[in-house]
């Protein structure tokens, strides 16, 4: 018997010298890149077969993107949990400038633009979200989650950002902000009876929300209700897109060969309505492919989540798996018609240089937090001495 040295390990450590990083982890980088390099094919095609001005912009803020992913991959797991209520506090102030030296595109006052170089915050404050409820949940005591007053504060957390979101107006972020937020608390264990009361309250509110949307939301609404309600007007988008999916077949008119986008009957086939013009040029087997891609990408962060030991680390990974399903169904539902047009785009690859950053930037951040899943975020411990046969 010696008596040997043997320190705690140290979440300060980077999970690169960890050896955490080679795990199933480095398949995310791959998905990540190979959903970017459909983004840059398809946007290709959106433009007529020409690299600007979508394709270009989209592959250089790809490989700016991926860089960074590896980037907060190596990062210490303990910088996160330190960061996340600063990261917040930040993106909220991005969030409530926003209406005094926003721009203005197509009536909505959604960016921020300084030095030639335009920023959406909405987009910063889902994944600010997600790192400041897992970091809230980390510090609470689980016997403390279900109650009345710890369950306040987290819904003033997300109802403060997407209440500043609703006024731009942006109908769908402000919900996807909810959405995910909500969804946190339940995976923290709030329990069942506050989201029942939710749903009830939002049932006896209805006739008052409705009152208050715009004209142009209500419309939506309607036309999701009744597709042929306006077809050349508020319903246009989404039969065209319709038309499109189905004229692609099972296996697509081909690569730069769909008529309905190619001849822009379809609007905004380069930003929310891409998933369109893929199944026009790629059919279903390409759509399902590029879904499958997503399928996978949830797939391991799911894995990664279940092998985090850390509460920290658990949630905020399942919160990322949490963005980037809300982000994918809403998507694909709006396309195909089975959910209102909310004005979501599909993760990395629509256009979208913010969107396409802070999603390369919350899976970097997964993989990070899953490479050092087996790190404790508590109270930092000191080396200990033990007894070894040796």
């Known amino acids: 018997m010696v008596l040997a040295f043997r320190p705690e390990p140290s979440v300060w450590q980077s999970p690169a010298k960890a050896g955490g990083l080679f795990t199933v982890g480095l398949l995310l980088p791959v998905i990540a890149a190979t959903l970017g390099g459909i983004g840059v094919l398809a946007l290709y095609s959106a433009a007529g077969g020409a690299m600007e001005p979508f394709a270009m912009s989209h592959l250089m803020r790809l490989i700016i993107g991926i860089a960074l992913l590896l980037l907060l991959a190596i990062l210490p797991a303990r910088l996160w ?82 209440g500043l979101v ?41 006739p008052v929300l409705w009152a208050n ?38 296996s697509g008119k081909g690569f730069l060969e769909g008529s309905q986008t190619q001849l822009d009957f379809v609007p905004e086939n380069h930003t929310d309505f891409i998933l369109s013009l893929i199944g026009e040029e790629l059919g279903f087997l390409g759509t399902a492919g590029v879904l499958g891609l997503f399928a996978a990408l949830l797939l391991v962060l799911g894995l990664l989540s279940l092998g985090a030991r850390g509460r920290f680390q658990r ?7 949490v963005l980037v399903f809300l982000h994918v169904a809403i998507n694909t539902g709006m396309v195909i018609g089975l959910l209102p047009v909310v004005g979501v785009p599909l993760p990395l690859v629509s256009f979208g240089g913010t969107a396409m950053l802070t999603g390369l930037a919350a899976i970097g951040i997964a993989m990070g937090l899953g490479a050092a899943g087996k790190a404790d975020l508590g109270p930092r411990r000191r080396p200990t001495w033990r007894l070894t046969r040796g």
Not at 81 to 96: D, H, K, N, S
Not at 214 to 238: I, K, M, N, S, T
């Open 166 to 206: 609703l006024e731009q107006p942006d109908l769908g972020t402000a919900l996807l902000i909810v959405a995910t937020g909500l969804a946190m608390m339940f995976l923290a264990g709030v329990r069942s009876l506050y989201f029942v009361a939710g749903l009830v309250s939002v049932a006896v509110l209805a």
């Open 315 to 321: 949630l905020a990974i399942m919160g990322v798996s």
């Open 81 to 162: 949990l330190l960061a996340a209520a600063p990261f917040y506090v930040a993106a909220l102030g991005l969030l409530a400038v926003v209406p005094w030296i926003g721009a203005t595109i197509s009536g909505s006052q959604r960016w921020i633009s300084f030095a030639g170089i335009s920023v959406q915050p909405a987009e910063i404050m889902k994944l600010a979200l997600v790192l400041a409820l897992a970091a809230y949940y980390q510090m609470l005591p689980r016997h403390l989650v279900s109650r009345p007053l710890f369950v306040l504060l987290p819904l003033a957390v997300v109802a403060v950002p997407a």
């Open 213 to 250: 949307l715009h004209d142009y939301q209500r419309e939506r609404v309607l036309v999701f209700l009744d597709p042929e309600r306006d077809l050349l007007g508020a319903g246009y988008q989404v039969y065209q897109a319709r038309i499109a999916l189905a004229a692609g077949g099972m």
